[in-house]
């Protein structure tokens, strides 16, 4: 067992193509030795912006000797009357490089076949390598690659360097002209000479020596650990967003933070404003103090030691000063207009070309939010309209315009500003809310009216028009919308009927083209899977989301409801069998959907006892179910495991006289439609 060490030096690599690189260099390396019998320890991938790193502990020096069956033509095929070998047989030898008189008869689900038995010498690892560590960097997916000089594969940046260490030796690989060494790289500029190496522990040190800290866990930590010094003694802390952390870890070999200052009369900037200016474009962390708001001070990070602290701060200080110069003059100039006499100006704007303008847009979405408003939340219907009308009519602001991040932030800012009241303010903002799955949702119930409102608009337009996602394409993001949709509704536990919003939404579009009668339905659908998918994805089985789902989906929230109830008991052994006995029952009642039950037809002891008990076990769970108690309603069905085993036992259900028949037809018919009304519990049964 050796160790493995592949580096790939290159120019600076983007800061958002790092970490999936990595991801993808242990994963894919990790294929191709399970794929060449190999046995291999721990996996590690560290990078930088110049260079992406795999380690791996332990790989096998050898591949095992093995034996590899080879199925051939069957035996009818390879041999005639006599048993002697046929040409397809002669060929199938001769291929396989042993002789027809070694070829073996085996038995087959298809029949008998003749089989060659190939004995498979090992090869070295190191010999192996070569072509392994090639297929790493020509499968590895950017974003964006591209192709330099006269080479032949992309890259997402050009490769400068390759170091190919097995147990010490170099591997003899060449990509696109550059032959691998023994020897990285230093820091661009404070080492960029040749450094000798001999494996992964020695490479971290030597790197680190030479102001390289490859690994990005700890090159994270040294950029927080810089940033927090660069203000010490400014009565301010920073303020450590993850994704800016993430982000300027990766664009730095090792971190040197200066902190600089900006006049007080930014501050007259909303918060967000600020913080934007300096995060997204510049990459600079912002100060606050102990009460959260902004102080005029900022932390930026040097990829190269600050050797003179006041040029570094007053470079930085300058860029920031014109770019925060620019947001003054925007906000200042915004602030001249109402957020609301901006709203017709929204007819300039196209949202799609067969769905209108974004004028048309905001009146279809203030008129479905005023709907849903009067269903769930009618004493805050006049708000939720008003938040509707005004929430996109901050696109059309110099600000949002220099930043497109802002929108909805600007608009809540300006909705202020004009004396709108609180909540519409909060609504516009919030109305964008879910950002990304997982992501934050609204607080307010209006602004959660008005972002549904907003996706529901979106689907059914794209859907009208089909534009449905097909395969991985989705240009409208329309998956996305419709997690975030259906997170609303359940984060804020709303019992709406996704099918009334669905046609409520569809009618909006009402004269601008002809709708097809079924696309309420294939909206719906597509609402269901990706409710499916995303509770599957938190770790629920899907027979379970199947189960029900099967038996109703319109109201989201209650189906989750059910979908718990079922996960909790499902654990149960009385209701495996119950599942299992029900899954019965739906086989043998199939069409019949009678309920009516004359008693004086019962005639065993076995079908008047699960009658009795269908009828109290109803009469306990109506109320509950009723009232989404999914699983109490459940723990008192599994009464009628042992009346049902004791029924299907001793009663034939298909007997002679048809009225005898029809009535436990109809017995198990009531006892199934109770059932249902949590979820088909024989998609759960599994057989034993």
Not at 300 to 306: D, E, I, K, L, W
Not at 432 to 460: H, Q
Not at 544 to 566: K, N, W
Request: proline content about 4%; hydrophobic content about 40%; some cysteine.
């Amino acid at each position: 067992m050796s160790e493995l060490l592949f580096e790939i030096g290159t120019e600076e690599i983007p800061a958002g193509y790092i970490e999936p690189a990595l991801t993808f260099f242990g994963q894919a390396a990790e294929k191709h030795f399970v794929d060449l019998n190999l046995q291999y320890g721990n996996i590690r991938t560290v990078g930088t912006p110049r260079r992406l790193t795999l380690a791996v502990d332990g790989l096998q020096e050898r591949q095992p000797d093995r034996i590899v069956e080879h199925t051939g033509p069957s035996k009818q095929a390879g041999l005639d009357a006599q048993g002697n070998p046929s040409k397809a047989a002669a060929g199938f030898a001769r291929s396989r490089g042993v002789a027809v008189e070694d070829l073996k008869i085996v038995e087959t689900p298809k029949g008998e076949y003749l089989m060659a038995v190939e004995q498979v010498r090992g090869v070295e690892t190191i010999e192996l390598l070569p072509d392994v560590l090639a297929k790493l960097v020509r499968e590895m997916p950017f974003p964006k690659s591209m192709r330099w000089g006269d080479g032949n594969i992309s890259f997402a940046r050009p490769i400068q360097w390759l170091v190919a260490l097995f147990g010490g030796r170099l591997v003899d690989i060449s990509i696109d002209q550059v032959r691998a060494g023994d020897a990285t790289l230093g820091h661009r500029f404070m080492a960029p000479g040749p450094i000798p190496v001999s494996g992964f522990d020695e490479y971290q040190e030597k790197l680190l020596q030479n102001w390289v800290i490859v690994d990005p866990a700890e090159r994270r930590q040294a950029v927080e650990d810089e940033v927090r010094k660069a203000v010490a003694g400014s009565n301010g802390a920073p303020i450590l967003d993850e994704g800016l952390v993430n982000t300027v870890a990766n664009l730095v070999e090792v971190p040197w933070g200066v902190c600089g200052c900006f006049d007080e009369k930014f501050l007259e900037l909303p918060r967000e404003v600020l913080i934007t200016s300096m995060r997204e474009h510049q990459k600079y962390f912002p100060v606050a103090d102990s009460r959260g708001e902004l102080l005029p001070l900022f932390v930026a990070v040097n990829n190269t030691r600050v050797d003179d602290r006041d040029l570094a701060v007053s470079g930085h200080q300058r860029v920031l000063r014109a770019r925060l110069e620019d947001g003054l003059f925007f906000f200042r100039e915004d602030k001249k207009r109402r957020l609301v006499d901006r709203r017709q100006d929204l007819a300039g704007i196209v949202f799609q070309n067969k769905l209108g303008t974004m004028l048309e847009k905001s009146d279809r979405i203030a008129a479905l939010a005023e709907s849903i408003a009067q269903r769930i939340a009618p004493d805050q219907k006049d708000e939720t309209v008003r938040a509707a009308k005004l929430a996109k009519c901050d696109l059309l602001t110099e600000m949002v315009g220099e930043f497109p991040t802002l929108q909805g932030v600007m608009g809540k800012e300006y909705a202020r500003l004009d004396g709108e009241l609180e909540s519409v303010a909060a609504a516009i903002h919030e109305h964008y809310k879910p950002v990304r799955s997982g992501g934050e949702l609204p607080e307010g119930i209006i602004g959660a009216i008005v972002g549904m409102a907003d996706r529901l608009d979106t689907l059914a337009g794209c859907f009208a028009i089909g534009e449905k996602p097909t395969g991985t394409a989705d240009p409208f993001g329309l998956r996305r919308q419709a997690l975030g949709l259906l997170h609303i509704i359940l984060g804020h536990g709303l019992h709406v009927s996704l099918r009334d919003m669905v046609d409520d939404a569809l009618a909006g579009y009402g004269g601008k083209f002809q709708l097809n009668p079924g696309t309420a339905d294939q909206l719906v659908d597509f609402l269901r899977l990706r409710f499916e998918n995303d509770v599957v994805a938190s770790g629920v089985r899907s027979e379970i989301v199947a189960a029900a789902t099967a038996v109703g989906f319109d109201d989201a929230v209650d189906c989750r409801a059910r979908i718990e109830a079922l996960k909790n008991i499902s654990s149960l052994e009385q209701f495996g069998v119950l599942a299992g006995s029900y899954k019965r029952i739906r086989n043998i009642i199939k069409e019949n959907s009678h309920t009516a039950m004359d008693v004086k037809l019962f005639r065993e002891e076995a079908e008047k006892r699960l009658h009795s008990t269908l009828v109290e076990v109803r009469t306990r769970t109506e109320p509950l179910l009723e009232n989404g108690c999914y699983d109490e309603a459940l723990e008192i069905m599994l009464e009628m495991k042992e009346p049902v085993d004791r029924f299907f036992d001793e009663v034939m259900v298909m007997t002679d006289d048809p009225a005898v028949r029809h009535n436990r037809l109809n017995l198990l018919t009531s006892l199934g439609e109770m059932v249902l009304r949590v979820g088909d519990i024989s998609r759960m049964h599994q057989e034993g």
